[in-house]
């Protein structure tokens, strides 16, 4: 009778690697009983086998053991001593992981697909997780959206041009296609492609739109029929060649921090009296703060007047923010104010044109 073939000191070393990878984190174990079980290899050998890996941090993840009085005070209800390998990412950064896709307005059922299969490449055992038991895809979504996300990263790579159509919303919140006012034909956009960013809660790509200047918000998910063209066709306007109004590169960081909110205008110098920096922390990413008295704030701010006018606005009713300069922008706040007398002083629906 032919004895069994002796395993390499490699061979014990992968599977052993295989089964921590697998089925262990730093809450969950495997004993060397479970280990030796499973290898067909005796205790020891496996004991020998981890103390090298132990040594040796593999793949940079730490191998090591969690002791019994160390499950006891561990987070995880069914914390189990053993053996483990640490994750690749830690819980914080898989939950931020997991509330990106939540974020993304794809299908429920993917996204939860999604954050188990990255639960898993991620070292955590135990299979499926509640970490996303929260979630709540806003309806409708688009169906188009992962593959725009995929045809849009080639595009920006390779410096491509894309085109697409754009949807709006129906009255029954169904996402329909734009059309040409005057063919009702659907309206096709070309642009340049430059950046995908969130803001706000939406998920945006930052372009240049052929045919008009400078660069441009679109909605990632409210676009179809996305077409990423060949290299035959040349970028009508590249990021090197952008520039800002006093004629220096264009910087993709400033111009986003320049803006609260998705919006291309010029950016000025704002100055604003507050007394409360928590709204100023929030939204703007370089404001410049000077105490004034026990209550007030100055900051200065170099950002678009329009998504400051909207930021504000929100503001308004509790008197913690006043906008001091631009006065044009003082201007637009009072002749909001104004549209907001006229609006609400008369009975409801009385202002119908």
Request: glycine content about 8%.
């Amino acid at each position: 009778m032919a004895g069994t073939k002796k395993k390499s000191t490699n061979e014990i070393l992968v599977r052993i690697l295989e089964e921590l990878a697998a089925h262990t984190d730093t809450e969950h174990g495997l004993s060397t009983k479970e280990l030796s079980r499973r290898l067909g290899v005796t205790e020891k050998t496996v004991r020998g086998h981890l103390r090298m890996l132990e040594s040796q941090r593999p793949f940079g993840r730490a191998v090591g053991q969690l002791t019994p009085e160390m499950a006891e005070h561990a987070d995880s209800p069914d914390a189990t001593p053993g053996w483990y390998m640490e994750p690749a990412i830690d819980l914080a950064q898989l939950r931020l992981l997991g509330d990106g896709l939540a974020l993304s307005r794809i299908d429920e059922e993917y996204a939860r697909e999604a954050y188990d299969r990255l639960r898993s490449l991620a070292g955590y055992a135990g299979g499926q997780s509640e970490g996303l038991s929260n979630l709540r895809i806003p309806r409708p979504y688009n169906r188009e959206f992962l593959s725009n996300v995929e045809n849009l990263d080639e595009a920006i790579g390779a410096g491509r041009v894309v085109r697409f159509r754009l949807c709006q919303y129906a009255a029954d919140g169904t996402l329909v296609e734009r059309v040409d006012s005057g063919t009702g034909e659907p309206r096709e956009y070309v642009a340049d492609p430059y950046q995908m960013t969130y803001r706000n809660g939406l998920y945006y790509l930052l372009c240049h739109m052929h045919g008009r200047p400078g660069i441009g918000f679109v909605h990632v998910d409210r676009i179809r029929r996305l077409d990423v063209l060949g290299p035959d066709v040349a970028q009508e306007c590249r990021l090197e060649d952008l520039r800002t109004a006093d004629g220096a590169r264009l910087s993709l960081a400033d111009f986003l921090a320049e803006r609260l909110y998705p919006w291309t205008g010029e950016a000025e110098d704002i100055r604003l009296l507050v007394t409360d920096l928590a709204c100023v922390y929030d939204w703007f990413e370089r404001p410049a703060v000077r105490r004034v008295d026990d209550r007030h704030y100055e900051v200065t701010a170099h950002a678009d007047p329009r998504t400051v006018l909207w930021w504000a606005l929100q503001y308004a009713d509790a008197g913690i923010v006043e906008i001091l300069e631009p006065a044009s922008l003082r201007k637009a706040m009072a002749d909001v104010g104004a549209t907001l007398v006229a609006t609400y002083r008369v009975a409801p629906g009385q202002r119908r044109g």
